[in-house]
């Protein structure tokens, strides 16, 4: 964007050659964000589509990982994303916009970013999740990027159910409910600054309405004791064994023992999805918890707790409950 400057050529080689790394490094493969945080996905992409962007404004393609990685991060929000758009509040998440470029109160991230990459990858199934051109695509694409995106077909599709195993999520999905099972790591890297301590719980929306959901993040640096329970286990549709969670804090961002949870079995059908995993979040208390998650299309929801250990313990199997749910 500057070519008179010195170094100008220089200085964009380098430039695109980290912002690929870091997005090979941030997303992985199969879409899910390394941070385990949903919120942050949406983060990084915001990020890579302005770059994109000024990209393509001055002639340069971008790498192909770009292509790569905004795809299947996209797959993966329009898997977790139900009928009104809700996705589930898993990780940290400070409700921060790179540039708002929308100021409706209802303004929907996640389907604006479908929404404007349905036109940068051409797909039309993107369109059909997103529903319709939104404001802030249109500040990063304009009138061209309307066009395309009016010209895609409108093509109404059923999104499958799908097991993410790199990033480790299982999503079971019909056509009035979307399941959320939770059996990834716990965050990025040795910190895990934005991961809650939350292995094999699960979220449930039906009818794009909220049901079992994930309470979220508080605040980060002003929450005292609240920053601690929005990360625990207890706030978690999960077990807690023994008052204890399955991972240890060590400060607002910094974690020590983490617990590694492994999916098991996974195999999906017309009729049902199931999910099998573990964790050994409470194996110095001698206990692993394995949860299998069976879901019955198009309507029940079974879940079984094992305990495979010794000793006498207590277990506590919680579910959290949006406001005003009857």
């Known amino acids: 964007p500057f070519p008179w400057l010195p170094s100008a050529d220089k200085w964009r080689e380098t430039g695109l050659k980290i912002l690929s790394r870091e997005l090979e490094r941030q997303i992985y493969p199969d879409g899910v964000p390394a941070e385990q945080a949903i919120h942050y996905l949406a983060f990084i992409l915001d990020f890579n589509i302005l770059a994109w962007r000024l990209a393509e404004l001055n002639g340069i393609s971008p790498p192909s990982i770009w292509y790569e990685r905004l795809g299947a991060a996209c797959d993966f929000i329009s898997c977790v994303m139900d009928e009104q758009g809700n996705v589930p509040a898993i990780g940290d998440s400070d409700d921060?916009?790179?540039?708002?470029?929308?100021?409706?109160?209802?303004?929907?991230?996640?389907?604006?970013?479908?929404?404007?990459?349905?036109?940068?990858?051409r797909r039309p199934d993107l369109k059909s999740v997103a529903k319709e051109w939104d404001e802030k695509s249109h500040w990063l694409l304009g009138e061209s990027g309307r066009a395309t995106f009016d010209s895609l077909p409108a093509r109404s599709h059923a999104i499958p159910s799908r097991a993410f195993e790199r990033g480790g999520y299982c999503v079971m999905r019909s056509s009035k409910r979307v399941t959320v099972f939770d059996c990834g790591p716990l965050g990025y890297l040795s910190i895990a600054a934005h991961g809650h301590t939350d292995a094999l719980s699960l979220t449930v929306s039906v009818d794009g309405l909220p049901l079992l959901i994930d309470p979220g993040t508080y605040a980060y640096h002003e929450g005292g004791e609240y920053r601690d329970y929005f990360r625990s286990t207890r706030a978690h549709n999960?077990?807690?064994?023994?008052?204890?969670?399955q991972s240890e804090m060590l400060g607002l961002f910094l974690w020590g023992r983490k617990a590694v949870a492994e999916l098991l079995h996974w195999e999906t059908t017309d009729e049902y999805d199931l999910a099998i995993a573990e964790h050994d979040g409470y194996a110095n208390l001698g206990v692993i918890h394995r949860r299998g998650v069976l879901f019955y299309k198009p309507d029940w929801i079974i879940v079984w707790d094992f305990f495979v250990g010794h000793g006498e313990h207590s277990f506590e199997q919680l579910w959290h409950l949006p406001p005003g749910c009857r």
């Open 96 to 121: 921060a916009w790179v540039v708002r470029l929308d100021e409706s109160p209802d303004a929907n991230n996640f389907r604006s970013i479908l929404a404007t990459a349905a036109v940068l990858l």
């Open 238 to 245: 999960t077990i807690v064994l023994d008052g204890r969670d």
